[in-house]
């Protein structure tokens, strides 16, 4: 399947490192123009100066802005009035007791987890609608089903992402606009080896380490191995490509079987 974005601009939050980057180099493979987003200008340029050599002749925008705020929405708005791809990316994560989170911390997940994405998307959406064609996207996490008990706070926004992803489609319903979330499993991202080798033995190869890793202590996956990003980012550009016109209102699974479940 040739999948081709050319002429389309894409926004992905939180695009620095990880995911969110994996998401900006492959919507940019496929011709997209596409905005890298961070709070720090350095973080940022240093991102799309690695995609740059990456993706030769990629079509990036830089995009400062600390889009959990609203006014770092409205800076991001002054660089991209508007969009045709919305990569709600953007996420924070961490454990803890769930008899110890307060009130400041449910916040502050709810805020830069949920409520970013949806000020984003009430943003954008019109203008997608009015032009006949858009898609917004939400990563959520398999967190979202498989509540961990210690980050409930998380699992908590990532829930919340697939409710907001379910309701947009149904306001963008008939404009030629999808709306879907896709659920990521346990990924390979910075800092996960040291994760990994934090309860594994380290002289294990890399390959063998995550396995070992995988079946004791994640053994829902039926891949039974990390996810590497990229493999999270060609659900997204398929997602974004014409090709998935017919797909809106999903919360699509790219958790390698993790969630115990034949539904999507």
């Known amino acids: 399947m040739h999948i081709d974005l050319t002429g389309r601009t894409a926004l992905v939050t939180g695009s620095t490192q990880g995911i969110g980057a994996a998401i900006t180099k492959e919507l940019a493979?496929?011709?997209?123009?596409?905005?890298?987003?961070?709070?720090?200008?350095?973080?940022?340029?240093?991102?799309v100066d690695r995609l740059t050599r990456e993706?030769?002749?990629?079509?990036l925008v830089p995009a400062v802005a600390d889009v959990s705020t609203e006014e770092g929405a409205g800076r991001l708005?002054?660089?991209?009035?508007?969009?045709?791809?919305?990569?709600?990316?953007?996420?924070?994560?961490?454990?803890?007791?769930?008899?110890?989170?307060?009130?400041?911390?449910?916040?502050?997940?709810?805020?830069?987890?949920?409520?970013?994405?949806v000020r984003l998307t009430r943003m954008y959406l019109p203008s997608m609608t009015e032009r006949g064609w858009g898609r917004v996207q939400y990563i959520a996490s398999d967190s979202a089903v498989?509540?961990?008990?210690?980050?409930?706070?998380?699992?908590?926004?990532?829930?919340?992402?697939?409710?907001?992803?379910?309701?947009?489609?149904?306001?963008?319903?008939?404009?030629?606009v999808t709306v879907n979330s896709v659920i990521a499993g346990p990924t390979r991202t910075e800092g996960v080896e040291d994760f990994v080798y934090g309860l594994v033995?380290?002289?294990l190869p890399w390959e063998q380490a995550q396995r070992v890793f995988m079946r004791e202590y994640r053994p829902q996956s039926l891949l039974q191995r990390l996810i590497e990003p990229e493999e999270i980012a060609h659900m997204v550009v398929y997602l974004s490509s014409p090709q998935a016109s017919a797909?809106?209102?999903g919360a699509l699974r790219v958790d390698g079987g993790y969630v115990d479940s034949i539904l999507p």
Do not use: C
């Not at 993706?55 to 079509?59: E, K, N, S, T």
């Not at 660089?79 to 803890?96: C, E, K, M, R, T």
């Open 146 to 176: 498989v509540v961990p008990t210690e980050m409930i706070h998380y699992g908590m926004t990532k829930t919340s992402l697939l409710a907001v992803s379910r309701g947009f489609a149904k306001k963008a319903a008939g404009t030629g």
């Open 247 to 249: 797909t809106t209102g």
């Open 29 to 47: 493979r496929a011709g997209a123009r596409v905005a890298v987003n961070g709070r720090g200008e350095q973080r940022v340029e240093e991102a």
């Open 77 to 117: 708005a002054e660089v991209l009035p508007q969009v045709d791809i919305l990569v709600n990316n953007l996420g924070i994560f961490g454990s803890a007791d769930p008899l110890e989170i307060d009130d400041a911390e449910w916040r502050r997940y709810f805020e830069v987890n949920v409520l970013a994405a």
């Open 55 to 59: 993706v030769p002749g990629a079509d």
């Open 201 to 203: 033995d380290r002289s």
